[in-house]
Nanobody, 122 residues
Framework: QVQLVETGGGLVQPGGSLRLSCAAPGFTLNSYTIGWFRQSPGKEREAVSCSTRPLGTTYYADSVKGRFTISRDSPKNTVYRQMNDLKLEDIAIYYC???????????????WGKGTLVTVSS
């Protein structure tokens, strides 16, 4: 069983930045497709970025393109989510998810973290 742990959430002012991390102690994430999802108050969970394996492709939702970046640190077995120019509409619980061999990220991914809260406020 893969347990995903997200860290890095918190309070940031509009226009600020945060970096979220997703780790899986005891498991190698390098061969997994990794997705970052978020759920805002009153809204359904949505996929905001995806890094696929083995294809090596990366996808971003239109709402975060140019502001959010997903990256992997293989030696640290960690996936990062750099979020810049944060807006009020980015307030949400952010989740990472992992599945082997998926070509796209979706709610059907096999493993999920418990989430980390990002709040944007002045």
């Amino acid at each position: 069983q893969v347990q995903l742990v997200e860290t890095g959430g918190g309070l940031v002012q509009p226009g600020g930045s945060l970096r979220l991390s997703c780790a899986a102690p005891g498991f190698t994430l390098n061969s997994y497709t990794i997705g970052w999802f978020r759920q805002s108050p009153g809204k359904e969970r949505e996929a905001v970025s995806c890094s696929t394996r083995p294809l090596g492709t990366t996808y971003y939702a239109d709402s975060v393109k140019g502001r959010f970046t997903i990256s992997r640190d293989s030696p640290k077995n960690t996936v990062y989510r750099q979020m810049n120019d944060l807006k009020l509409e980015d307030i949400a619980i952010y989740y990472c998810a992992a599945s082997p061999g998926m070509t796209m990220c979706s709610d059907s991914m096999r493993y999920w973290g418990k989430g980390t809260l990002v709040t944007v406020s002045s």
